[in-house]
């Protein structure tokens, strides 16, 4: 039987009302994701299970948040040592958007399930503040508008869908609609990791899923995501699932840091 994605990729997805049918939930009957969903939630709920987070989160989330800028700096063309993000010597100003946007990504946790729009415009001034003109800063196209309504009432709504498989629905959407112009893939995985914490798959903040994104590749990631774009069942199918296997990843690369602060 074939599968009806809810709405296509571009267009208003409407908020489910009480009582209604969820409209993002025919997405776990696309092939694979229910299965991909499931191991990353295992995968991060291992995670969140280790010993050292009962006294080290902040730390834990500190080194994922910058393994994660690093990552999503790579992915949009810039790859740079860690040891050098450590020691502060990199000035390149999409390394320095996406360390911006990582930073700040905890103050804007209850703010993002709320106001979606305006966390989204200061997430594009943090990215992009060293690469677009200042009057052009957290002002999406004109194209962009009808579909990130849609977006938007994908973040405010209740939906019966994993956490991960909703983030990916974000990260998709905005890296394929690119609204900005510039630094739209570091936005867009802030807003993808944003939602993970918001929706309770990771709400300290530990896996760094950009990582994940980052070693399997930047031509892996284009090509997802322009599965995703394309609209088709089996494309949309391509990207959530990629974007699971990134957020298992993502898990592993926590458990790493986790290790690593255990042996001091």
Do not use: N
């Amino acid at each position: 039987m074939a599968v009806t994605i809810p709405v296509r990729p571009g267009a208003a997805r409407p908020a489910a009302r009480p009582g209604a049918p969820d409209p993002l939930a025919p997405l776990l009957d696309l092939p694979g994701v229910r299965e991909a969903a499931d191991t990353a939630r295992a995968a991060v709920d291992r995670l969140l299970g280790h010993r050292v987070l009962r006294r080290e989160s902040a730390g834990v989330s500190t080194e994922s948040a910058l393994r994660g800028a690093r990552a999503s700096a790579a992915l949009a063309g810039v790859d740079v040592p860690l040891a050098e993000l450590r020691a502060g010597s990199v000035a390149d100003p999409v390394v320095q958007g996406s360390l911006r946007v990582s930073a700040a990504i905890g103050s804007m946790v209850e703010t993002w399930p709320k106001a979606p729009g305006q966390v989204l415009a200061r997430l594009h001034v943090l990215a992009a503040a060293d690469l677009a003109d200042r009057a052009d800063l957290g002002r999406p196209a004109p194209h962009a508008g009808a579909r990130l309504s849609g977006l938007f009432s994908i973040v405010t709504a209740t939906t019966t869908v994993p956490a991960v498989v909703v983030a990916g629905l974000v990260h998709g959407e905005l890296a394929a609609l690119a609204p900005f112009g510039t630094a739209d893939g570091v936005v867009a995985r802030g807003a993808a990791r944003l939602t993970g914490i918001t929706r309770g798959l990771d709400v300290k903040a530990v896996s760094v899923p950009e990582v994940g994104f980052s070693e399997f590749g930047r031509a892996a990631y284009d090509e997802a995501l322009a599965g995703y774009a394309a609209g088709t069942p089996e494309g949309v199918a391509g990207w959530l699932v990629h974007c699971c296997r990134a957020t298992e990843h993502g898990a592993l690369e926590g458990l790493a840091i986790c290790e690593s602060l255990l042996r001091g």
